[in-house]
């Protein structure tokens, strides 16, 4: 499999190399170290609505928000640096963090594993689904083919995380969720 990384635009280049560089926008735990910090694996992010996905528009419908590196401190993930495009169509970069952030590198690893995967060619994204409180990483079939979601940990409930799903199966698991009712509050029996 290739798992392609596509080249940012200047503008969120320099957004990320910015925060990269500079000691006072990481935390505390991260300056200490950051000589040693890196930054790689340059994705597009992308976002869409729970019902836009489960609406059979497919993931094919979802905005692109911005560009996400992630940031390792050796071979540890310990964030990410997230572009968006500014008011001036610069880019503004910010340090993230968070278990969305840490997952996405087994997430890949766990892309290139895939036996479905072995002849494709795809572009790496991130997939925010915010209605789900899900982020998945998007296997965009450069070929047309069906693309792959791969959640990240946590995943909702019903979703298993690391497991490659192909894009319209993963939305039919999202919208029998949403028809689910609400168990909160409900009595114990």
Known sequence: MVLRVPEAPESARR???AVL????????YCRADHAALTAGFPHRVFEIDLLDMVADRGVRSARPVGWRWLMWSGDVVVGGIEVRPGPAGDGVGRFVEGPFTVATAPAAAAARALPQTLLRRDEARLLNVPGMY????W???EAGGPDLLIPLAPAPCGVQALRGYP?????DVLAA????PAAVG???S
């Open 21 to 28: 560089d500079s000691r006072e926008s990481l935390p505390a």
């Open 15 to 17: 957004a990320a190399r």
């Open 167 to 171: 894009a319209a199966e993963l939305a």
């Open 186 to 188: 409900a009595p114990d």
């Open 134 to 137: 899900m982020v998945a990483l």
């Open 177 to 180: 969720r949403t028809r689910q």
């Open 139 to 141: 296997l965009a079939d």
